[in-house]
């Protein structure tokens, strides 16, 4: 079993910054990385970004490259979403996942355990 909890989601204005965090527990030393999704209102939840626990490859979406960064804390089994130059399409729900796999790590479905979410809002 894994247990994720993710944090630091709340209301900014637009242009403002964000990190988010994503607290990994239990089995989560079998696993490949974390991903970071988000579903908006309407919307399918999509992916925005992952970091593989060994080497730390990140991958992103390119909706958001240039302003989130993901980053890992080993010791602690924590994974990170900075969030910059927010812009009010960001608004949805976080979620983190695990993934056990090594495949393509946009593919939703690739992802085992899911947190509870967090919700960013980000005004104009």
């Known amino acids: 079993q894994v247990q994720l909890v993710e944090s630091g989601g709340g209301l900014v204005q637009a242009g403002g910054s964000l990190r988010l965090s994503c607290a990994a527990s239990?089995?989560?030393?079998?696993?490949?990385?974390i991903g970071w999704f988000r579903q908006a209102p309407g919307k399918e939840r999509e992916f925005v970004a992952s970091?593989?626990?060994?080497?730390?490859?990140?991958y992103y979406a390119n909706f958001v490259k240039g302003r989130f960064t993901i980053s890992r804390d080993n010791a602690k089994t924590t994974v990170y979403l900075q969030m910059n130059s927010l812009k009010p399409e960001d608004t949805a729900v976080y979620y983190c996942?695990?993934?056990?796999?090594?495949?393509?790590?946009?593919?939703?479905?690739?992802?085992?355990?899911w947190g509870q979410g967090t919700q960013v809002t980000v005004s104009s």
């Open positions: 996942a695990v993934q056990f796999s090594d495949n393509y790590y946009g593919d939703r479905n690739e992802y085992s355990y």
């Open positions: 239990g089995r989560i030393f079998s696993s490949y990385g």
């Open positions: 970091i593989r626990w060994s080497a730390g490859y990140t």
